[in-house]
């Protein structure tokens, strides 16, 4: 049965500082980590299903009620795992990819098999990251944690171009939110259209008035569900 996982991949800035992260790690550690691998967040699964056609529909029809989300990286975190630590570029949502990544899982989960925990969590508990380094790090964890927290990172603010669905390791479908329309494989690589998605992103730049609406009131969602739960609240 095939594997299918839903993620975003990191581009411009944030995925060639990402990549030079995960780099330069494996160069002073002398660590796999990361070597090879896409940079991107995961949305959903890995998961496996019996109706690929209808779980595409149901990705389609999430994108299609977003036009732009924002979301910005803030530096490094890491999952303690007692067998397998991660080291991870940390991620701010804005309230709509909140929603949006919340509204996958609900959708899809009815008639999907997912191996992560995560895809249970709701909107305020799921926690968004991309991978820098894991598998081989744990008997150096400490040592490459505290360089990454020694390095001034900065502040990289973000724009969702396309959602990514993966089948067996390799691009399905690609939702672009620039272009309105879902991609095939073929379409999702080609850079004529990429370049389309980009001259259209340029055209309406993003407003940091709204971006920074969206981070704080996704701050201020998340303090006053924390109230609601002390209380009992639903």
Known sequence: MANYLIEFR????????????????GRKFRVKGMKDKVSHITLYGKFTTNNERKMVSEVL????????????????????NPSNKVLYLEINPSEDFKKFREE??????????????EDRKNKENFIFHSTIAFKDIDYKFNQILS???SKNH???RQTLL?????????????YDFLLRKLLDRKQSLNKQIFR???????????????????????????IFDKIKSFFGVK
């Open 10 to 25: 990191l581009r411009g800035f944030a995925k060639k500082y990402a990549q030079e992260l995960i780099r330069e790690i």
């Open 61 to 80: 029809g999430v994108c299609r009620k977003y036009s732009r989300i924002y979301f910005s990286i803030k530096g490094v975190n890491y999952f303690n």
């Open 104 to 117: 996958l899982s609900f959708r899809l989960k009815p008639f999907t098999k997912t191996e992560s925990k």
């Open 147 to 149: 360089h990454l927290k």
């Open 154 to 156: 900065p502040k990289i």
């Open 162 to 174: 396309r959602t990514t669905i993966l089948k067996n390791g390799k691009i399905l479908y690609e």
């Open 196 to 222: 389309e998605t980009i001259r259209r992103l340029k055209q309406q730049p993003t407003s940091q008035k709204v971006f920074s609406n969206q981070i704080k009131q996704s701050k201020e969602m998340t």
